[in-house]
């Protein structure tokens, strides 16, 4: 008994010893750091960041695409500070979205909001509201709040593949703080995911290991356990939803219909940029919305401005074969994406213009 | 199943040994049923269709080498080892060569002729048994059990991408009780050897293969390569391909002690020898020593006088290149090493004549010999790892300076700004300076040898609880990649 003691002491003092060695060299690693979220209240209604706290952006095993950023006075990762609408005398042109806005892997000059603010010059402002993990039934709630706050006179909603299958309450991973579509007999509601205690998560934060196995590596257990890899050329993870058609439709018809009333806008007002299957473009399995046709039709029926960027990336990619992302390791855009985003979007306003 | 995977370490491993070494407390040959069953799955866990292709192989030639052993006429015997390889060949030919055929007799472009799916591991396991008909045939080689057969030839670490194993080295092993019996340092030993494999397939390997292929591509897709590309990408598929082959063989030989059998060496720090005839002795060894014993000795050798001996070199590292993929890239490559090993052996040759004994350099002298081989093995990789002999020949061209020699956006400064250039002196100098696996953990088991019973309890625990974290963390690495494989999987 006291051989297998000193023998389970010894094993466990190797585990130990190699876990602190670990965390030691992760702390010395641009490892990504988490995102320093501020608690949803009563004074701030809408998931967002600490003001004036920094990020650091990582990915992959091997830490590549190093971007450090800092959240502005509202806790949106944006170089410039935002004015009220009371202190604001430029028409404001707001961009809501989720991290594809948000954007921690480029440096704002890259970014479309960033471009179009330095080519629409003094005359306009653009307010970025990307926040990572944010969904449609989010868009609506941010939309609310950036009426409330800034009193937009544009809109732009970025729509991406997960946003509406990741949107209805006990359908997507329960994200604290964060709104869903809530969907049941009497009709649809915005429901806010409550939040759990923090306790943990903030133990968690402290480590730069747990950090870069849960950001970096994006440890998943399901999939590491899955069926047999491909050999052949490497594949992006598939995202699968397991949200029935109908339920996503009643999300989708509910945010086109409260949208003009949260945003205070008219349709022709909001524009929706809804992103385009790329994986596809490069001959890899979708990675896409297979709903997004009809959505899109519909939202054009409702009378909402589209930038459809499925048509946009697909000419591009037919003549030069650029990618638009680090597929298959990283899927949001990267800077040549956001430039033809923006080019997409001028277009597109200076023809309502 | 990819040594690195999570389903592999946590689920088949664990069940494999453990169930092993229940059963081999009670019955030998059940345990090592066991063992080629669970290889079997392991084999079919990709794609089931090729493992009825495995069983005929199996059959078969164990079957041929039964008839082999039993026949007495010489002329019958040489028939039947005939007909045995000539089925081998053509089975392998059939699956690998095809194509390559077809576009050489129908003068078609080879990417024309579509993408050929190559059974996993063909030419490890063709190979293999081809050696044990050969020595069947030399009266070398005899098995009557079924079951040690079918394991000498699927046993699971070996079975994807070799070490290529040789009847003689396993066969004692199965037959030998104390191999049913755990063993604590067999068990450390082995995890050190794994461990060490997977930290260079999974951190270095992978970590420097991005700057490989963004050369390799960018010469696929036809656009232009200056000097310090060329050779920056060059150097990091020579140091991608030692990290990843040699890994792989490292975790292949750690496995294997797991269940206390020992595998053949396969690398022994290449990249630090003198000369080509030094670097075959110390890259994938296995290869070079079947090439040796079945093809340049069956070609005659150098039984056969100087001029012949050379043609025989030749011959064989050229069809050591094609072994390894059909393609013109790979038979340029073994022509190359080919010749390398003519001019190196004829070198060796005048050198003997000139002074009556055998050649002794200076440090100099040895030092330009090394970078001489060095630059040699590089130049021929980028044909190895070219998609075709345009791009290679695009890539080599560039290396020697026909896309200009301008380096003055190169400086030393801005290199050393790079994440590139680390990721790639890193790993190289390590390749050159640092002792290789086999020298790692010899002088780990040397020291526990000495060591008093209480200490060498204590550094096996130790090492256990270590490696109990470092492989987990790996696997999630690994498992975090979009394309986890290894590159001898493709041969």
Redesign the interface.
């Known amino acids: 008994m006291v051989a297998f003691i000193r023998r389970v002491a010894y094993l466990a003092a190797g585990a130990v010893l190699t876990l602190l060695v670990a965390e030691g060299i992760a702390r010395i690693l641009p490892v990504q750091s988490a995102l320093p979220l501020r608690d949803v209240s009563a004074d701030n209604p809408i998931r967002r960041l600490q003001p004036n706290s920094t990020n650091l952006y990582s990915r992959d095993w091997d830490l590549r695409g190093i971007q450090r950023s800092t959240a502005n006075n509202e806790g949106y990762i944006n170089p410039n500070d935002y004015l009220s609408k009371q202190s604001r005398n430029a028409p404001l042109v707001a961009v809501i979205g989720d991290s594809f806005v948000a954007s921690l892997m480029l440096q704002y000059e890259e970014t479309f909001f960033g471009r179009l603010q330095h080519d629409l010059g003094q005359h306009r402002a653009v307010y970025s509201f990307g926040m990572d993990g944010s969904n449609a039934a989010e868009y609506l709630a941010s939309a609310s709040f950036v009426r409330e706050r800034f009193a937009p006179d544009t809109l732009i909603v970025v729509i991406t593949a997960q946003n509406f299958r990741n949107s209805v309450w006990g359908h997507a991973a329960a994200i604290p703080d964060l709104n869903f579509f809530k969907i049941g007999e009497s009709g649809v509601s915005l429901y806010r995911a409550p939040r759990k205690s923090n306790a943990l998560r903030r133990v968690f934060n402290q480590s730069a290991l747990a950090r870069y196995i849960y950001f970096n590596l994006k440890l998943d257990i399901g999939t590491m356990f899955a069926a047999p890899r491909s050999l052949q050329a490497p594949v992006a993870k598939a995202q699968t939803s397991t949200m029935p058609a109908d339920l996503e439709r009643n999300a989708v018809h509910y945010f086109l219909d409260k949208l003009p009333a949260a945003s205070g806008l008219s349709r022709d007002h909001i524009v929706l940029i809804f992103d385009g299957d790329r994986a596809r473009l490069y001959g890899a399995p979708s990675l896409g919305d297979p709903m997004f046709d009809s959505i899109k039709r519909e939202a054009a029926e409702d009378r909402y401005r589209i930038v459809d960027l499925e048509k946009a990336f697909a000419a591009d990619w037919q003549a030069h074969r650029h990618p638009f992302d680090w597929y298959p390791e990283e899927y949001h855009w990267n800077g040549y994406a956001h430039a033809i985003v923006e080019r997409e979007l001028l277009r597109l306003l200076r023809e309502g213009a | 199943?990819?040594f690195t995977?999570?389903?592999f370490v946590?689920?088949y491993l664990p069940v494999t040994f453990a169930v092993f070494f229940i059963i081999g407390r009670i019955n030998r040959v059940a345990a090592a049923a066991w063992l080629a069953a669970a290889s079997i799955f392991f084999y079919g866990?990709?794609?089931y269709h090729y493992v009825p292709l495995l069983a005929v192989s199996i059959v078969f030639n164990f079957a041929m080498s039964r008839q082999i052993a039993a026949a007495q006429e010489p002329t019958r015997r040489k028939l039947l080892l005939a007909v045995a390889v000539a089925a081998a060949l053509g089975l392998l030919a059939y699956f690998k060569y095809k194509n390559f055929l077809l576009s050489v007799v129908t003068d078609q472009p080879l990417a024309a002729l579509g993408h050929l799916v190559i059974p996993?591991g063909i030419s490890f396991y063709t190979f293999t048994q081809i050696a044990f008909l050969v020595d069947t045939y030399r009266r070398e080689a005899h098995e009557p059990s079924f079951v040690h057969y079918v394991l000498f030839v699927t046993y699971f670490p070996h079975l994807i991408a070799g070490p290529i194993i040789h009847h003689k080295e396993m066969m004692p092993q199965f037959r030998d009780p104390s191999t049913y019996s755990p063993k604590l340092s067999d068990f450390n030993e082995g995890a050190m050897f794994f461990v060490i494999g997977l930290f260079k397939k999974v951190v270095i390997a992978?970590?420097v293969a991005p700057f490989a292929d963004a050369l390799f591509g960018a010469a696929g897709n036809g656009h232009p390569i200056g000097l310090a590309a060329s050779w920056s990408g060059a150097l990091a598929y020579t140091a991608q391909i030692y990290f990843d082959f040699s890994g792989y063989s490292d975790m292949a030989i750690g496995l294997s002690l797991l269940f206390g059998i020992r595998l053949p060496l396969n690398f022994a720090s290449p990249y630090q020898s003198a000369n080509i005839i030094e670097f075959w002795r110390r890259w994938h060894m296995t290869l070079s020593r079947f090439l040796r014993d079945y093809l340049y000795i069956s070609l005659g050798g150098n039984r056969k006088g100087p001029a012949r001996r050379y043609l025989n070199l030749f011959l064989t590292m050229l069809l050591g290149g094609l072994w390894h993929g059909a393609g013109w890239t790979f038979v340029i490559w073994g022509a190359l090493h080919g010749t390398y090993l003519m001019v190196n052996h004829g070198w060796h040759a005048l050198s003997r004549a000139a002074r009556n004994r055998p050649p002794k350099p200076s440090y100099v002298g040895r030092f330009a010999s090394w970078l001489v081989t060095f630059l040699a093995v590089v130049v021929a990789w980028v044909f190895f790892r070219a998609d075709t002999v345009t791009s290679a020949g695009a890539i080599v061209g560039a290396m020697f300076g026909f896309g200009g020699f301008d380096l003055t956006a190169h400086t030393l400064s801005n290199a050393l700004a790079t994440?590139e250039f680390w990721w790639i002196v890193i790993p190289l100098a390590l390749a050159l300076l640092a002792p290789n696996s086999q020298d790692i953990v010899a002088r780990a088991s040397a020291y526990l040898r000495a060591a008093s019973a209480a200490r060498r309890?204590?550094f096996?625990?130790?090492?256990?609880?270590?490696?109990?974290?470092?492989v987990p963390?790996c696997?999630?690495?690994a498992?975090?990649?979009?394309?986890?494989?290894f590159i001898y999987?493709n041969f």
């Open positions: 199943m990819l995977s999570a389903i946590f689920a866990w990709w794609d996993l992978d970590g994440a309890e204590a096996a625990f130790v090492s256990l609880g270590a490696i109990a974290v470092i963390l696997v999630v690495i498992e975090s990649k979009a394309s986890p494989v999987f």
